[in-house]
């Protein structure tokens, strides 16, 4: 609601003053400062400092003090004045959130929180709980304002009161402040205000429902307080507070607040002064307790930014089951089991109720054991929806990453305590060293439960008191001051097992006197506890927040290291058999491909989105003010050590994972021109390239078909698991049969056993996709290039093939011939056929399909057997003379993929006469779609076989190309340079040839031409083939064929390949991008708009708009005549 | 206690295994001969100790049993660290059970003090069919075969990895010290430090050490009987 708010209040800033932007600069959004600025006031993430002013707080003298001379006139407080879109704050901690502002005064740690928290003396008042501000009429140029809150006004709705006026017993609470600053900068806060009161006045109710759950409205009940039932506080009214009241002096610590909340307000409306402070370390009362944590923890804000939250959660996921539940139920009956609350259903259920609702509303944390604890702890003392928002409140600020899927906040505290210890007591750390015991599995419990289930409950609770409102770092003041006490008794403990009883028979006698013998009765009334507490914030003053802070960053890398080590570990040993065919390095390589990729695209995504921010920014502000702007502490968001972040692979990520491993899954537009002529038009930086460094992957038919066949349970990500297992299957078997299979299944899409033409012609293209940049692993020269020369010379009308060729280049051939025979052994897809249809058609190869159903086994058990089979077949193939001009058309199929082959040389008319047409059609009777045909797996692999070279792409080169260990160096344009990678000369630059593996440098003039001759018949016989399927399809309604394939020829009908593809995927983005820097200002809107929507109804939102317009108008008439005039602005809601 | 001239020496051990298997339930049999609902929680490893009488000396066990939820199996290095013994527990009538067990096994065998003993344990053993007769309670468990993990499967691993291997019920204590004691015996002399934990100034802490300690808390259980091995 707030942030819709935020939205509007921008909104409206532009709209009213476009010179407003430069000093609205002055205290924009750095996200940094932002979160400074929040936890110092503990707002939520919504509110950013707007504007900020010194000021001087004036709070009128109170009954209890009157009298007294030194407040006679009230308390006076310098500070700084501070507003948000929906809040006003002030501090007398001098710390400052404007953009020019250092970071030190920022976070300038001093007074009790030490930044973390509301410190010093001051107020945090929602600006719907602000019910008038009047300017006031004083001297000359001071600028006062005399603020009047709701406090005490809200309670009970029913029964409304006409103002203050009529409840004499209620004050008034009404503040002064005077603002300090020039007559401009007093101006402008005064506007900022005036537009977050107007913007606020639609929350007054929500205010009223959050307000009447406090305490407090209760407590400073003037009337009938015996009629009306009291707010929830905790499962104490029913089953009694821990603790003796009377020992805990419960009824004084009541009185205590009830003046203080009456003279300084209260819940929402609370003012901070040194008293406030005093009475936290004294300890709450039982039934303020509750709110009292609301208030400083911050929690409050939350409940008021969405009061119905918890319960809307739970009727959302009311009967929904989920693995955090189970693992809730399980300990509902261990949590806090010695009070008496959780021995009743009510108290169970209150339990199950906010645990449940929390691991709805986050899921990355969903629950983890001692949250169990911490809540029952909280349900003692407050509401199931009070306790629901604080512990949001500690899972996100004061504890983060503590419950995570990795705890790796815990490690990182433990790791950060742990170089407390040793820094502060050294001679302790040296014993535990030398004692080799680990401190902690001693302190561990301590920080995760927040001593909650390490002391008895009334000093665990005392601590709380604390750390609410001083944040983390006590945490780590008790736990050192704890050792230190102990500290003797310690250092004679020789193991783990006596540095525990030490430690327990501790804290069994904290309630005991600290010096029962000494003669001074005062001092033999301070209990071990109370010693405790002035050690730990007397004796450890000097562990502040920003102490922590600093240790946690340095401790951090160390802590997500080992836990990401950890992972790694578990992760590749619970891989499956599959994993088993891959080496451990080769395990631990996919391991931190797969991880890296995703998170360097999260990573990208992030910067990508910052910069579109800033992008849609430096429209309305000056380059310098935007310096600078990044969030350090959202820059690990991913990594695997701060858990559950993705760990799914998509399909684009997919292909970057490959491009890192393998040549043939880069772009051939990537290297140089490619980004240029893509990116470079739309002004976007390199660092916005959502590739990042990286190459831009290819994208081709192929990958899709291999990310599907992953994607084994078709929800359009892989898991580390469907990786590991899908590389197994090629690169683990070192079984060419396997790989064969591999292929073919991955065009069989019906899964019936056999491809069809379609899937022919794609199996060729996939196979030039994958050798376009040159073969890899071992083909053995000798004996492929005879093999080779023989099908070549054969395939080859001119004659004039030179002797020397590299084996890419024979490899076309091989495609070529490889397409010929598919056809050539291909079976009609008749129905007569149907039952022999493996044995084929072709009248020489009845004894090559003597065994189909071997082959289609295709098992490891029965290769002996097959290949001896086979080595029979490939013998009687070779015979068979080959159909030669057949072999170069196909060839041109195979070619299409890449764009650049066709606006290339191809267009040599010439030598695309070269071979007739008639020739060509007469040996392509395979390929009239009226005559539908497909061939099986045993023809795919005896085709496969027949040659050499493709038998050794199988064996080898496939395989090789995957280099999951040592990926792909030096990423220079030597591996994919466009001109190595494409046919666009319709031939091999002398870069290809160089990289060929078998490398002798060959081609020259003949091999182009007869490079020429393939591919420009090829080309023209593809796309003949495509127009003759096309009717043929179109006749058959169309749905005879893959809907994929419709695309795909949409592609090639627009002489587009490949490169369009990738293209395609890239063009969304960057249209994204595009549109959203050019055209801030209508997102801006329609953003607004659609949050604001999504919360309030959309007049209400209109009129809110409106209104603002209204306030801007009348500002400006305003400003020049109110010099000193009284109202500014009055509100009655 | 006071079985003066036997040396004395302890031994770090930890339990590991995938959560509800029963680590609790066989420690707590081990340590207070007792069967019951886990009523302790467990906030990442609960510490534990209990005695071993063998014939030449006193081993005594600083049991940590470690928290059952996954996530907390990213804290188990801090546990295991100089652990001399372990146990990986596995439920028979869960395979799952058994795939995590294996995995914790060779984390130890990578991770772990080289010399550490690792005891591999079926548990749950009165669910099987063959024992039925010794689940006196009839705890409603379909009465039929509920194992699932056969004998032969889980020994012949624990033999191609030298782990010592058991199946028990902490439910009827079958087996159960019988675990603790070969590991006792299995511990090599050498790696026992020398009366770690019968140090001078340890003793006077060390009254009433042999309960459930409960590392975090002020709760004690109950005291109990050194084990009967
Ligand atoms: N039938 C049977 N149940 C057992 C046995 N051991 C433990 N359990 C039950 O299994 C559940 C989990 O036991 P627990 O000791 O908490 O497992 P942990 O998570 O490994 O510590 C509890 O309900 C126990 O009662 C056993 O030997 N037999
Ligand atoms: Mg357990």
């Known amino acids: ?1133 | 206690m006071a079985e003066a001239p036997k040396p004395s020496s302890s031994v770090k051990l930890v339990l590991l295994g995938e959560a509800a298997v029963g680590k609790s339930s066989l420690v707590l049999r081990f340590v207070n001969n007792d069967f019951q609902e886990n009523k302790e929680p467990t906030i990442g490893a609960a510490f534990l100790t209990q005695k071993c009488n063998l014939p030449t000396r006193t081993i005594k066990f600083e049991i940590w049993d470690t928290a059952g939820q996954e996530r907390f199996a990213s804290l188990a290095p801090m546990y295991y660290r100089n652990a001399q013994a372990a146990l990986v527990v596995y439920d028979i009538t869960k395979p799952t059970s058994l795939v995590k067990a294996r995995h914790w096994v060779a984390e130890l065998q990578r991770q772990a003090s080289p010399g550490i003993v690792i005891a591999l344990v079926g548990n749950k053993l009165d669910l099987a069919g063959e024992s039925q007769s010794t689940s006196d309670e009839g705890e409603g468990e379909d009465g039929g075969d509920a194992r699932k993990v056969s004998t032969e499967e889980a020994q012949a691993y624990a033999e191609e990895e030298s782990l010592l291997f058991f199946e028990t019920s902490a439910k009827t204590g079958h087996n159960v010290t019988e675990v603790f004691t070969a590991i006792a015996n299995a511990i090599p002399e050498t790696s026992l430090k020398s009366a770690r934990g019968s140090g001078a100034a340890g003793t006077a802490n060390r009254a009433g050490e042999e309960q459930r300690v409960n590392l975090s808390g002020p709760r004690d259980a109950g005291a109990k009987d050194g084990c009967a091995c």
């Open chain 1, 1 to 1133: 609601m707030f942030s819709n708010l935020s939205n509007i209040v921008q909104r409206a800033q532009q709209l009213i003053d476009p010179t407003q932007g430069l000093n609205l600069s002055n205290s924009d959004r750095n996200p940094s400062k932002a979160s400074l600025f929040q936890s110092q006031f503990r707002l939520p993430s919504s509110q950013t400092p707007l504007y900020e002013i010194n000021a001087e707080l004036t709070i009128p003298p109170s009954n209890s003090t009157r009298g007294d001379p030194d407040h006679d006139r009230g308390w006076h407080y310098a500070g700084k004045l501070h507003l948000s879109e929906a809040y006003m704050c002030f501090s007398t901690t001098p710390t400052s959130f404007t953009q020019s502002a250092s970071t030190s005064t920022s976070s300038a740690f001093t007074g009790q929180t030490n930044g973390s928290g509301p410190s010093g003396s001051g107020f945090t008042f929602p600006l719907c709980a602000i019910r008038r501000v009047e300017r006031l009429n004083s001297q000359n140029f001071q600028f006062a304002l005399a603020i009047t809150t709701w406090n005490g006004l809200l309670a009970d709705a029913s029964k409304p009161r006409d103002g203050s006026g009529s409840n004499k017993n209620v004050r008034e609470q009404r503040i002064t402040i005077h603002l300090a600053g020039t007559r401009q900068a007093c101006e402008r806060f005064c506007d900022g205000l005036k537009r977050g009161l107007r913007a606020g006045v639609g929350n007054v109710g929500k205010l009223r429902k959050v307000v009447a759950e406090c305490y407090s409205e209760h407590l400073l009940r003037t009337d009938d307080k015996a009629n009306v039932s009291p707010p929830d506080a905790g499962l104490g009214m029913a089953f009694r507070y821990p603790g003796d009241p009377k020992k805990l002096r419960d009824r004084a610590k009541m009185r205590l607040w009830a003046e203080y909340l009456r003279d300084n307000g209260r819940n929402m409306m609370l003012i901070r002064q040194p008293t406030f402070h005093k009475l936290i370390r004294v300890g709450l009362p039982n039934r303020l307790r509750g709110e009292i944590w609301e208030v400083t923890s911050g929690s409050l804000y939350l409940r008021l930014e969405n009061p119905t939250l918890y319960t809307d959660t739970l009727a959302k996921y009311k009967g929904q089951e989920s693995l955090a539940i189970d693992e809730i139920e399980k300990d509902l009956n261990r949590s806090l089991p010695e009070y008496p609350g959780f021995q009743s259903e009510e108290g169970i259920g209150r339990l199950r109720r906010v645990l449940t609702a929390y691991s709805w509303v986050n899921a990355d944390v969903g629950y983890c054991q001692a949250m169990n604890i911490v809540v029952a702890a909280l349900l003692i003392y407050m509401s199931e929806s009070q306790a629901f928002f604080l512990l949001s409140a500690l899972c996100d600020r004061l504890v983060p990453g503590y419950y995570s899927t990795t705890m790796y906040g815990t490690l990182l505290d433990q790791k950060v305590f742990e170089s407390l210890v040793e820094k502060t007591m050294p001679i302790l750390w040296e014993h535990l060293v030398k004692s080799d015991v680990q401190l902690s599995v001693v302190s561990l419990p301590w920080f995760l439960s927040l001593y909650i289930n390490s002391m008895p409950l009334v000093f665990a609770f005392r601590v709380l008191d604390v750390f609410f409102v001083e944040g983390p770092k006590v945490l780590f003041q008790v736990g050192l001051a704890i050792l230190r006490i102990n500290g003797e008794e310690l250092l004679d403990a020789p193991d783990d097992g006596a540095f525990i009883s030490v430690l327990k028979s501790y804290f069994a006698r904290l309630d005991e006197s600290a010096h029962p013998k000494s003669e001074n009765p005062k001092l033999r009334a301070v209990t071990r506890f109370q010693e405790l507490m002035v050690v730990a914030f007397k004796e450890f003053s000097g562990v502040t927040h920003s102490s922590i802070t600093e240790l946690r960053l340095k401790n951090k890398d160390s802590v997500l290291n080992n836990i990401e080590s950890f992972a790694k570990r578990t992760a590749i040993r619970n891989l499956g058999p599959d994993s088993k065919l891959l080496s451990p390095e080769e395990l631990g390589s996919l391991y931190d491909r797969f991880y890296n990729v995703l998170y360097e695209r999260q990573q990208r995504d992030r910067m990508i989105q910052e910069e579109l921010k800033r992008q849609a920014k430096t429209s309305r502000l000056r380059a310098s003010e935007i310096l600078a702007t990044t969030a350090p502490n959202e820059v690990e968001k991913g990594r695997v050590g701060l858990g559950p972040s993705t760990s799914l692979m998509d399909y684009d990520a997919f292909r970057e994972f490959l491009a890192g491993m393998s040549k043939w899954a880069i772009s051939d537009s990537s290297a140089n021109g490619g980004e240029a002529k893509y990116y470079g038009a739309k002004k976007v930086p390199d660092t916005m390239s959502p590739w990042g460094n990286g190459p831009e992957p290819a994208e081709h038919e192929f990958l899709q078909r291999v990310f599907n066949k992953w994607d084994v349970d078709g929800s359009s990500a892989l898991t580390l698991q469907n990786v590991v297992t899908g590389i197994a299957r090629i690169k683990g078997k070192k079984d060419i049969m396997g790989t064969i299979t591999y292929f073919f299944e991955l065009y069989d899409d019906d899964n019936d056993g056999k491809v069809d033409r379609e899937g022919i012609l794609r199996i060729s293209e996939a196979l030039l996709f994958l050798s376009r940049r040159g073969l890899e692993g071992t083909l053995s020269p000798g004996a492929s290039s005879i093999g080779l020369n023989g099908d070549i010379s054969a395939s080859d009308s001119q004659g004039s093939l030179p002797p020397e060729i590299s084996t890419n280049e024979r490899f076309l051939g091989s495609i070529s011939a490889f397409i010929r025979r598919c056809f050539e052994y291909a079976d009609p897809d008749h129905p007569k056929n149907q039952d022999g249809q493996d044995f084929g058609t072709s009248t020489s190869d009845e004894d090559l399909m003597v065994d189909p159903n071997t082959f289609a086994i295709g098992d490891d058990e029965d290769d002996e057997e097959e290949e001896e089979e086979e080595e029979e077949d490939l013998l009687a193939l070779e015979k068979s003379p080959p159909g030669t001009p057949t072999k170069a058309k196909k060839t041109a199929n195979l070619l299409s993929p890449n764009e650049e082959s066709f606006d290339g040389a191809s267009t040599d008319n010439e030598s695309r006469r070269r071979v007739s047409k008639a020739k060509a059609e007469a040996a392509n009777a395979a390929l009239d779609p009226a005559h539908p045909l497909h061939i099986t797996l045993p023809t795919f692999r005896m085709v496969v076989l027949a040659d050499e070279i493709l038998e050794q792409f199988f064996e080898s080169s496939f395989p090789t190309s995957l280099h999951i260990i040592e990926g792909l160096q030096a990423p220079s344009s030597s591996y994919y340079g466009p001109s190595l990678t494409t046919f666009s000369n319709l031939g091999f630059s002398t870069r290809s040839q160089a990289q060929a593996q078998s490398g002798p440098m060959g081609g020259g003039r003949g091999l182009r031409g007869v490079l020429d001759n393939i591919v420009t018949d090829g080309m023209r016989v593809a796309t003949e083939v495509r127009r003759r399927m096309e009717e043929a399809q179109r006749e058959l309604e169309k749905n005879a064929l893959p809907s994929q394939r419709t695309e795909d020829d949409e592609d090639d009908d627009d002489d587009v390949g490949v490169a369009v593809g990738v293209r395609k995927g890239a063009s969304t983005d960057i249209e994204r991008r595009s549109v959203m820097s050019t055209d801030r200002d209508l997102l801006d809107g329609a953003d607004a708009q659609a949050g604001s929507g999504a919360a309030s109804k959309g007049p209400g939102h209109d009129h809110n708009l409106l209104e603002v317009d209204t306030a801007a108008g009348r500002r400006r008439a305003n400003s020049a005549s109110t010099t000193g005039g009284s109202a500014v602005l009055e509100f009655e809601g």
